[in-house]
Nanobody, 120 residues
Framework: QVQLVESGGGLVQPGGSLRLSCAAS????????MGWYRQAPGKQRELVAT???????NFTDSVKGRFTISRDNAKNTVYLQMNSLKPEDTAVYYC??????????????WGRGTQVTVSS
């Protein structure tokens, strides 16, 4: 059993910053890719950023230069530092991991989501 616990969401004013955290727990052999997706009202869920076990990062164009993704392997945790936030960043943010368990198979795990609201 693997669980992802997200934290750090909330209400912030335009131009402000917020840092999201996601900690994975359970019987994990290794974690490959960790990332963040978001879903705004009336829109499809979209990729925000990912980071591999080799620290290769990928960002959607709309957040490049503003967001940073990082990971702490000792804590099985991924972070999303969000700066210069805009109202259009408002969405539910979901943590995602690709990992393997001791039995050898892989799974794609999702968190429950955390609300980020950018408004004055």
């Amino acid at each position: 059993q693997v669980q992802l616990v997200e934290s750090g969401g909330g209400l912030v004013q335009p131009g402000g910053s917020l840092r999201l955290s996601c900690a994975a727990s359970g019987t994990i052999r290794r974690i490959y890719t960790m990332g963040w997706y978001r879903q705004a009202p009336g829109k499809q869920r979209e990729l925000v950023a990912t980071i591999t076990d080799g620290d290769t990062t990928n960002f959607t164009d709309s957040v490049k230069g503003r967001f940073t993704i990082s990971r702490d392997n000792a804590k099985n945790t991924v972070y999303l530092q969000m700066n210069s936030l805009k109202p259009e960043d408002t969405a539910v943010y979901y943590c995602n991991t690709v990992l393997s368990v001791p039995a050898g198979f892989r799974l794609n795990a999702w968190g429950r989501g955390t609300q980020v609201t950018v408004s004055s």
